[in-house]
């Protein structure tokens, strides 16, 4: 099972990333692992993800791939930007996180994001998650990434981004085989 099929997402259903989630695979020129591995024609980020992302130093390269509305959606821009009125009232989140999940709480939506205080309240809120971890380790027993793509990933996103995985995390995404 992969993709979708794993967290019980069809395939007409939305695909949400949140900032640091987005920015990690970005920033390790990985971005099309999402919409690969979930057989999506886009994903969605909220409005105030892209306002954050507005912010990086990498954003005009990361522009390249935004949609800002449905109608501009092809091959080439296939992120979306959705705006999304809040209704997580949890102050140790930032606009982002909130917008997210209260975005994946109203489309029943899988939420791809790494914050474990954000993870816990969307949780609370019945709205399903998945870490970078996670998803990798999803990546891998789909076989959608062989044992040296596993290890290139976990060579850049701790080079690139100082990404730190826990051990036994590394463990399963090393234990594979081609």
Known sequence: MKGRECYGVSGD???IV??????????????E??????EAEYVVIPHAV?????????FAELIQFIA???????EKHWILVKKAEIEIDEEKLGSGEKEAISLAKKH?????????????VAKSEN?????????????????SLS???????????????????????LIRLKDCED
């Not at 640091?20 to 971005?31: A, P």
């Not at 800002?68 to 092809?74: F, H, I, K, P, R």
């Open 108 to 120: 029943n939506a899988l939420l791809l994001i790494d914050d474990r205080t954000a993870r816990s």
């Open 147 to 169: 044992k040296d793509d596993i290890s290139i990933i976990i060579g850049l996103l701790e080079e690139k981004d100082f990404y730190k995985f826990k051990k036994e995390v």
């Open 33 to 38: 692992l999402i919409k690969r591995h979930f």
């Open 68 to 74: 800002v509305n449905e109608d501009s959606l092809d």
């Open 13 to 15: 259903e939305m695909i």
């Open 50 to 58: 892209f306002e954050e992302l507005s912010k990086t130093v990498f």
């Open 18 to 31: 949140d900032t640091g989630f987005i920015s990690s695979l970005f920033k390790i020129s990985r971005l």
């Open 127 to 143: 709205v399903m998650t998945a870490t970078l971890p996670e998803f990798l380790l999803d990546c891998k027993d789909a076989r």
